[in-house]
């Protein structure tokens, strides 16, 4: 399954499936970027970064795709599983050496058994 | 220690009152943030403390109130609030290095204001 961020919020996805989580940011001096993934009632979990000197990183399960040219970054989960179920944010870094990071809107993921 | 701790969970009070938030982190990170999140939305950044200064206030009301006693501890002070403060108050912490900064969230407090 895949999601377009701010234009289709929420994603089901079959559970073993791979899933792409879409986010289009908005700074082209941007040169960070982070995943995290939000349970309900938790705070934000890191899940992966990538700078802009790269176009791909992977982790375990998961990996990040960035395409300055338009703007795009994605998340791909690999088989995904029932605890994938949560809010998905990309997070871009807009002023560096102040750390001050800016969120997406968010993608629900939910695993479908 | 690899994590970033918030107390009290949840806090419920007037607008009238008085009260804090505490975050505490074990890492020896060197910056701190306060994040406000509503429901269905994403963190909103407050405050960030780099080397225990105030480096960044994104023009928060006067009736939040940081303080960063020390480079572990982190404090929201908060009076005189109203019923739309309330929300999830997130405390984060980062390294401050200059690749792959990180940032690590705790719980956080999810704030009622009656």
């Known amino acids: 399954g895949e999601s377009v961020g701010l234009h289709l919020p929420t994603l089901s996805v079959q559970e073993g499936d791979n899933s792409i989580i879409n986010c289009a940011y908005s700074n082209s001096a941007s040169d960070y970027f982070i995943w995290y993934k939000q349970e309900s009632g938790k705070g934000p979990q890191f899940i992966i970064d990538?700078?802009?000197?790269?176009d791909k990183r992977q982790g375990q399960r998961v990996t990040v795709l960035l395409n300055k040219t338009v703007k795009h970054l994605s998340l791909q989960i690999a088989a995904t599983q029932p605890g994938d179920s949560a809010v998905y944010f990309c997070a871009e870094n807009t002023d560096f050496g102040n750390e001050k990071l800016t969120f997406g809107t968010g993608t629900r993921l939910t695993i479908i058994p | 220690d690899t994590e970033v701790t918030q107390t009290p969970k949840h806090l419920v009070m007037g607008m009238t009152n008085k009260k804090s938030l505490k975050c505490e982190q074990h890492?020896?990170?060197?910056?701190m943030y306060w994040y406000k999140q509503k429901a269905k939305k994403p963190p909103e950044l407050m405050f960030v403390y780099s080397y225990e200064k105030l480096s960044i206030n994104e023009s928060v009301p006067s009736r939040f109130s940081p303080e960063c006693p020390n480079s572990s501890l982190l404090n929201l002070h908060l009076h005189a609030l109203q019923p739309e403060d309330s929300a999830l108050y997130l405390c984060a912490s980062s390294r401050l290095a200059r690749s792959y900064n990180e940032q690590f969230f705790g719980p956080g407090t999810r704030l009622t204001v009656l």
């Open positions: 890492m020896g990170h060197r910056a």
């Open positions: 990538i700078r802009s000197n790269m």
